[in-house]
């Protein structure tokens, strides 16, 4: 899976398409969003964009260990440049083939799309993402709820995917 996961990042960046993973959260400690710091991601050994947060991870992890204990954590995916239309609606969905290969993870228990499960919990007007006109004249999304894709396929904006470990 790695090997074919660096050669395929490689080729998909060559078609404008780049993929970023790190780690969202370990047991409680999570960070915020709008304290995300990409460029920080490699500067920690749990792959955290934020290096405070990955120090009180760090340490929690210790305390775990002391304590003989584990913990779980979440990691998140953007994926940016996939242009819409990507997968089908019903039988081969890029939701549904993305979850089924996270899943086959061992240890993983839960993958989320987008808002996911606190989309549970939203009503249809603050959940839906709104089409707009942007400043270049393109269509877009005011909000990404969706976490990239519609009825099963891209919709041109960034892939967000989310799983939870144990």
């Given at each position: 899976?790695v090997?074919?996961?660096?050669?395929?990042?490689?080729?998909?960046r060559?078609?404008?398409?780049?993929?970023?993973?790190?780690?969202?959260?370990?047991?409680?400690?999570?960070?915020?969003?709008?304290?995300?710091?990409?460029?920080?991601?490699?500067?920690?050994?749990?792959?955290?964009?934020?290096?405070?947060?990955?120090?009180?991870?760090?340490?929690?992890?210790?305390?775990?260990?002391?304590?003989?204990d584990?913990?779980?954590?979440?990691?998140?995916?953007?994926?940016?440049?996939?242009?819409?239309?990507?997968?089908?609606p019903?039988?081969?969905?890029?939701?549904?083939?993305?979850?089924?290969?996270?899943?086959?993870?061992?240890?993983?228990?839960?993958v989320?799309?987008?808002?996911?499960?606190?989309?549970a919990?939203?009503?249809?007007?603050?959940?839906?993402?709104?089409?707009?006109?942007?400043?270049?004249?393109?269509i877009?999304?005011?909000?990404?709820?969706?976490?990239?894709?519609?009825?099963?396929?891209?919709?041109?904006?960034?892939?967000?995917?989310?799983?939870?470990?144990k």
């Amino acid at each position: 899976r790695v090997a074919a996961g660096a050669i395929a990042a490689k080729i998909l960046r060559q078609l404008g398409i780049t993929i970023t993973a790190y780690t969202r959260s370990i047991g409680d400690i999570v960070i915020p969003e709008n304290e995300y710091h990409y460029d920080q991601i490699t500067e920690n050994a749990l792959y955290m964009p934020n290096n405070d947060y990955a120090a009180r991870a760090s340490d929690y992890l210790a305390e775990c260990i002391r304590k003989q204990d584990s913990s779980g954590g979440m990691i998140e995916c953007v994926i940016t440049g996939v242009p819409a239309g990507i997968g089908e609606p019903v039988f081969h969905k890029l939701d549904a083939a993305l979850c089924s290969a996270v899943m086959s993870i061992g240890a993983v228990k839960g993958v989320e799309i987008g808002d996911g499960f606190q989309a549970a919990a939203a009503t249809g007007k603050t959940n839906n993402d709104a089409f707009c006109v942007n400043e270049n004249g393109a269509i877009g999304k005011e909000t990404n709820h969706a976490g990239g894709i519609l009825g099963g396929m891209s919709d041109g904006s960034d892939i967000v995917l989310r799983a939870a470990f144990k």
